[in-house]
DNA sequence: CTGTTAGCGCTTTCAA
DNA sequence: TTGAAAGCGCTAACAG
């Protein structure tokens, strides 16, 4: 590979000159670059870019963790970071924290000793302290979902409580007053918010929040079973259900049709993300839409106008979900 | 950040012999480690990838090409080659090529710009030609899902053909003469292949390969809702349906479930990959097991024995598909 | 086992 | 507008 030097020789100039063409940024006279231009093609020349980094402290890569590399809502996220920076000649280093303490501490340090510029992160298990702790350090950290106090400007949200509200609403609409809800694990803060816009629409409609009808899932596919299974053994009649997510919806679904429900004429049942696969799932789910890769766009936008000086970029750190109806509410007011 | 000077200095010893002691290989003495070690703890200090790749040569990074960040066909791929390559202290650094030429190109040219120690890609668009000249370069390249002339030994694969096979073979086992196939788009590999195993089982039982009962889809959802559409139309009576991939299963279960067609009595589906999603469909789809996840890790050992002598590792360029039996296929032998 | 020294390829003052 | 030169922080001969 031709170094600097050799382009420099070629063209009978000195470093300084060849690193000022490509560098576009310092005035060269279009005689020189142009002669510099010329030695760089015939000698294919690429600016080696561990030498650029380590001379400029500057390594243009922007480090990402998310809980997992499977899973349909942080492939959105990712893809939505990833064209954004990518457009921007930005390299993206990712890791995963599985949602555990430890991977998370040991994701985030393996990224900060590869001297990321910036981190983009979206962390479930460490909490506001630690995070705090760690932005004290020169790398600027970024955080999906999520807020923390004293650093809002990093964080880019979605409004999970105005969600849960509307998938409430959307159920309530159609008639329904029995309703049962399947939670996220309370410790992350959108399962929690989704549950609190989920009471609150019950209170705007007078129905009253019974314990019977909610579980504690973990947003998975076992969640929506288990929760589905509890509510089916206790006598309290429900003809809908809300669940914090679409994954545990399809598992409401599958076992309550396992035990010979009728979806969705004797079961309603509402979701939350619109993850790719809500619509294949038999009925298609109505479901909230959580714009997962958006919101990794506009991440990618805010690392770029802080650290690189995009300036014209212009952010906005929350989002709003919306309802999106397809076949699995059924309407009972008639 | 402390550097490797001011460790040497408050250790008393010199640059190397603390460079000796990050890199555990060459020898120094119990008495001199500890005193270095001490320094850095006291230090706080953490050596400079950057300043280690431009020295050594190596950046410890991996770079990783796929389709898309999205679907859980890559999500697993990537989260078996990240598992494996983080548990080695590598990183990986990820691009997405859209299964068009151009983003192809541009994001093997931006991970080679970037000193990758070495590239695992999936690649849809460039064609082997490319591919061959690519490989002359320093940097080694590792493809999933294909095989390259005399690139073999860099190749890791899945036995597609076995699993159009397989497919065929299960709904055949069950009674089912007449029998539809979806295929992928055929400039793929995997797809040729998957309908030639599927035509050698046909052939193995005796039954004629009917053009009228076969269409050539897009995988993705689309295309197994069209092909059904395209069969429907036709009077060509079929009790199955063979889908190449699992996204084509699930459209032509909807369009099916659409068009009044009980599942799986009036037709039984079985669907290729296993992803994540098959058995939340209604019914629970019965597929062919695609180990994405161990081939994804399998690549990332090849590139480890290979790049940084791991030697111990067993290679496997091959690897099997299975049956996986749920609920979409009927028995009509009775 | 340890130290000296010459780079790795580039950026960035500072002068000219 | 251009060039000279001093690093960036580390590794890897080589010598001792």
Chains 1, 2 share one sequence.
Do not use: W
């Not at 294919?44 to 809502?73: C, D, E, H, K, W």
């Not at 970071?81 to 599985?98: C, D, S, Y």
């Not at 989704?194 to 998975?220: C, H, M, S, V």
């Not at 750190?317 to 699995?328: A, G």
């Amino acid at each position: 590979m031709a170094t600097i030097y050799e382009v420099s020789k070629l063209a009978g100039v000195s470093l300084a000159t060849v690193s000022r063409v490509t560098n576009k940024n310092a005035k060269v006279s279009d005689t020189t670059r142009k002669k510099v231009e010329d030695a760089m093609v015939t000698l294919n020349y690429r600016p080696n870019s561990i030498a650029q980094s380590l001379a400029s402290n500057r390594t243009n890569s922007i480090g990402i963790m998310v809980s997992a590399l499977n899973g349909p809502f942080f492939g959105q996220m990712m893809a939505g970071i990833e064209q954004e920076l990518r457009a921007a000649g930005k390299h993206v280093i990712i890791t995963t924290g599985h949602s555990n303490e430890n991977d998370e501490k040991e994701g985030i340090d393996f990224l900060l000793s590869r001297n990321c510029d910036a981190l983009i992160v979206h962390i479930e298990a460490l909490d506001d302290q630690y995070l705090q702790e760690l932005c004290k350090g020169n790398t600027p950290i970024y955080f999906m979902s999520r807020t923390i106090e004293g650093l809002q400007s990093n964080c880019i949200n979605l409004d999970n409580e105005y969600g849960g509200y509307l998938a409430a609403k959307a159920v309530i609409e159609q008639g329904h007053k029995n309703i049962a809800y399947i939670s996220g694990p309370l410790f992350k803060p959108d399962a929690k918010e989704r549950l609190q816009g989920y009471k609150r629409a019950l209170k705007e409609y007078n129905i009253p929040f019974n314990t019977d009808l909610y579980f504690e899932g973990d947003f998975k596919e076992t969640g929506g079973r288990e929760g589905t299974q509890l509510f089916l053994k206790k006598e309290t009649p429900f003809s809908a259900l809300v669940c914090a997510n679409d994954e545990m919806a399809a598992g409401a679904m599958t076992y309550a049709r396992e035990h010979n429900i009728s979806l969705p004429k004797d079961l309603s049942i509402i979701g939350f993300d619109n993850i790719i696969f809500s619509r294949y799932i038999y009925p298609k789910l109505t479901t909230i839409c959580n714009p997962v890769f958006e919101m990794g766009q506009m991440a990618a936008k805010l690392a770029l106008k802080n650290v690189y000086q995009h300036n014209k970029l212009k952010i906005k750190h929350s989002f709003k979900p919306s309802l999106v109806t397809r076949d699995s509410i059924h309407n009972i007011i008639d």
